[in-house]
């Protein structure tokens, strides 16, 4: 079956310290992949996406990520987190099916950034 | 451009009570999510709409909850009676491409 798995639930960095959250998907065909980012008591906001072409996207706020075919896996990375980042993020997959084109999440990881 | 609006922002409610939620989507935006998240789990889809016909509602309880979108914009989400385990904040969503979905705020509901 198709999914998406974020196996960190929590990740604490310090401020200005490199950040990659993992994420890991489950999908017989080539996929279509979003990181979103929910602050507290906020809806989700896009960072980023990959259709297909370029395996490094860029994202907005200094994000990218980075798709890994053989590896199933679809990375977020920052190069030096700021406090604002702090927040919890959501990595998903878009399906096409049958029964409807859906947005899959998988269970976020929560950020916490140290000052 | 205006995002996606939902009402209310709060709802606290005693079980067996009803509720309703209503989203705006984004202006030209076929398609239109409900989504429910418990707290600490990630976004469940509880229906899909492309206008105003639904495409996905396999994991929409029916027993309880019905949703209906208007003239292809607004939608409203129902819940009636509600339970317990309602409980989560419900996400609308409105996507114009595939998957590239932009949220509301949600409304956050406590059943208690």
């Known amino acids: 079956a198709q999914s998406v798995t974020q196996p960190d639930i929590h990740i604490t960095v310090s401020e200005g310290a490199s950040l990659e959250l993992r994420c890991n998907y489950s999908y017989g065909a080539t996929p279509y992949l979003f990181w979103y980012v929910q602050s507290p008591g906020q809806g989700l906001q896009l960072l980023l996406k990959?259709?297909?072409?370029d395996t490094l996207v860029q994202g907005i706020k200094g994000f990218e990520a980075e798709f890994k075919r053989s590896q199933s896996s679809f990375n977020l990375r920052k190069p030096s987190v700021h406090w604002s980042d702090a927040a919890e993020y959501f990595c998903a997959l878009f399906l096409w099916g049958g029964g409807g084109n859906k947005l899959t999440f998988g269970t976020g990881t929560q950020l916490k950034v140290e000052l | 451009e205006a995002g996606v609006a939902q009402s209310p922002r709060y709802k606290i409610i005693e079980k067996r009570q009803s509720v309703a939620f209503w989203c705006n989507p984004i202006?030209?935006?076929?398609?239109l999510y409900w989504y429910q998240q418990i707290l600490g789990q990630g976004p469940k889809l509880l229906i899909q709409f492309q206008n105003n016909g639904v495409v996905d509602d396999s994991q929409l309880p029916k027993d309880r909850f019905s949703a209906e979108r208007l003239k292809g914009v607004d939608s409203t989400l129902k819940i009636q009676p509600a339970k317990l385990e309602d409980s989560a904040v419900y996400l609308c969503?409105?996507?114009?491409?595939?998957?590239?979905?932009?949220f509301g705020a949600g409304t956050r509901l406590s059943v208690l």
């Open positions: 990959y259709f297909s072409g």
């Open positions: 202006s030209g935006h076929a398609t």
């Open positions: 969503a409105s996507s114009l491409e595939p998957g590239g979905a932009f």
